[in-house]
T-cell receptor
Framework: SQTIHQWPATLVQPVGSPLSLECTVEGTSNPNLYWYRQAAGRGLQLLFYSVGIGQISSEVPQNLSASRPQDRQFILSSKKLLLSDSGFYLC???????????FGPGTRLTVT | QQQVKQSPQSLIVQKGGISIINCAYENTAFDYFPWYQQFPGKGPALLIAIRPDVSEKKEGRFTISFNKSAKQFSLHIMDSQPGDSATYFCAASMHNFNKFYFGSGTKLNVKP
């Protein structure tokens, strides 16, 4: 069976500090990978998606970036966090040949 | 342009009642319509999904009704329980398309 992991689960960072969130998927190969952000009480905003190693598509221009160094690893980064970067960050995966998309447990980021 | 519109934003239902959440979509090329259930602090979980070749899909107490001509689909929760209290998101996607378009979410509160 497939499993998706995200860490850390929670993170409190000061404004201007760097960020690195990690997502890994087990039990499948060559998945499509996604980063979403969810502000408090709000919907899901797609940030990045990747269809393969080194292939990143950006949906929203901002001070975040994503990388996919390995087939089942997806990383969300920032060089300098803003207060507005606070939120719930969700990683998701999908088999290219199927419709279903599955979410990870999320990372709660608070920028102070 | 918002591809998927969801209503209502919030819903209060008595235990044992029927909860109904509606979504409307714009793009007639969409051919996959999932519903996700999200509890506070957790990632969204795939609840039920439908393809446009059927008008209804039922899984336990959860039913999706689909109206292709009206470009609408809805989630019905029969015999609603307090444990169903969560935020529900509809979404739309299509085969060989990398993105999902999500509705804005409905916060359901089932009163005991």
């Amino acid at each position: 069976s497939q499993t998706i992991h995200q860490w850390p689960a929670t993170l409190v960072q000061p404004v201007g500090s760097p960020l690195s969130l990690e997502c890994t998927v087990e039990g499948t190969s060559n998945p499509n990978l996604y980063w979403y952000r969810q502000a408090a009480g709000r919907g899901l905003q797609l940030l990045f998606y990747s269809v393969g190693i080194g292939q990143i598509s950006s949906e929203v221009p901002q001070n975040l970036s994503a990388s996919r160094p390995q087939d089942r690893q997806f990383i969300l980064s920032s060089k300098k966090l803003l207060l507005s970067d606070s939120g719930f960050y969700l990683c998701a995966w999908r088999r290219p040949s199927s419709y279903e998309q599955y979410f990870g447990p999320g990372t709660r980021l608070t920028v102070t | 342009q918002q591809q998927v519109k969801q209503s209502p934003q919030s819903l209060i239902v008595q235990k044992g009642g029927i909860s109904i959440i509606n979504c409307a979509y714009e793009n007639t090329a969409f051919d996959y319509f999932p519903w996700y259930q999200q509890f506070p602090g957790k990632g969204p979980a795939l609840l039920i999904a439908i393809r446009p070749d059927v008008s209804e899909k039922k899984e336990g107490r959860f039913t999706i009704s689909f109206n292709k001509s009206a470009k609408q689909f809805s989630l019905h929760i029969m015999d609603s329980q307090p444990g169903d209290s969560a935020t529900y998101f509809c979404a739309a996607s299509m085969h060989n398309f990398n993105k999902f378009y999500f509705g804005s979410g409905t916060k359901l509160n089932v009163k005991p």
